[in-house]
Nanobody, 125 residues
Framework: EVQLVESGGGWVHTGGSLRLSCTAS????????IGWFRQAPGKEREGVSC????????YYADSVNGRFTISGDSAKKTVYLHMNNLKPEDTAVYYC??????????????????WGQGTQVTVSS
């Protein structure tokens, strides 16, 4: 059974930093794209960032590029999202996700097969 367990959400002021963690089980960590989506109230779900260990790929949405960094630890089967210079528009529920296909993060037609429970990130001005 695939499981994705997130932690690290919280509340910060504008300009602050947070680190999200996602620990995976039930699949071969290095063979999957693993990363993060987010959804704010009244807005569409957005693919934020993902990585593939085996292929060395990373993806960032334009809205976070240069502020967020994704990294992974294969031994711990854990992916981290380092979020810097946070803005109020980053406020959302952040979901860890995994899929064999990297393009699930930006496809108009399909999304990742596996999801975590979500963690709230709130950035106040």
């Amino acid at each position: 059974e695939v499981q994705l367990v997130e932690s690290g959400g919280g509340w910060v002021h504008t300009g602050g930093s947070l680190r999200l963690s996602c620990t995976a089980s039930g699949f071969t960590f290095d063979d999957y794209a693993i990363g993060w989506f987010r959804q704010a109230p009244g807005k569409e779900r957005e693919g934020v960032s993902c990585m593939t260990k085996s292929q060395g790929q990373t993806y960032y949405a334009d809205s976070v590029n240069g502020r967020f960094t994704i990294s992974g630890d294969s031994a711990k089967k854990t992916v981290y999202l380092h979020m810097n210079n946070l803005k109020p528009e980053d406020t959302a529920v952040y979901y860890c996700a995994a899929d064999p296909d990297y393009s699930a993060w930006y496809s108009d037609y399909f999304g990742p097969a596996h999801w975590g429970q979500g963690t709230q990130v709130t950035v106040s001005s």
